[in-house]
């Protein structure tokens, strides 16, 4: 199948990306604290979630249980999201426009982090050529450095690849903060889209100020062909 392109003029989102329709922003979760008494409702339910054990990490699709384990993990990172965000998120999941997957602490059950596959992401490039988008990839402080962020980027690019797509897009932000997302991103071997960077999914045309925030992305892809 032929590959994703370079697509002159096109590229956005943020590593810790962003909710499509409805249009919220991720977070690096800069000064977060965690809730060590947050526990996951219900982690075991569900018939049709995916599911898969990776040592001390549980990694499974979202039900509709988890809003609430959900919302209290943004808060917890000082996300700004809208209410009812995680809920539209679900709503998506069942009309088969994005996943979302849950990695829980094998040991003490807590909600270590989460990412959204959108399918339908907003990026133009992306849609073109039939990429789905790892989104919105958040992992508690107190458990980063296990490589549960590239664990939730591998699942999705599974999941992906069973799906049949054979290539997948990401984003990352631009300022210091987003170091971490860009270095486990070029070692997953994503690599710039050559459209050079983006601001709210918009292209930003040479001479064009914009503001260095976390809509400020660079669009990266990775084949999905072994």
Known sequence: MARYPAVVGFSSMTLFARLENPRGHGHTGRGAKRDCSERLANMTTGKDMQ?????????????????????????????????????????????????????????????????QLNDYPLYAAFRRFGLPEVQDLNVLPDFRGRGIGARLVAYCEDVARAAGKTEMGISVGLYASF???????????????GAGIAYDDIPVRAGEMRAIDDNLTLKMTKSLVP
């Not at 700004?80 to 709503?91: Q, V």
């Not at 170091?179 to 889209?193: E, F, H, K, N, T």
């Open 51 to 115: 599911h898969q054990e990776t040592g001390d990490v549980v990694i499974r699709r979202a039900v509709q249980d988890d809003i609430p384990a959900l919302d209290a993990f943004a808060r917890g990172m000082g996300q700004a999201h809208e209410a009812g965000y995680f809920a539209r998120c679900l709503e998506e999941q069942a009309a088969a426009r994005r996943q979302i997957f849950l990695a829980i602490d094998a040991a003490s059950g807590v909600l270590a982090g989460y990412v």
């Open 179 to 193: 170091g971490a997302a860009q270095r486990l991103y070029v070692r997953a071997g994503y690599m710039p889209d």
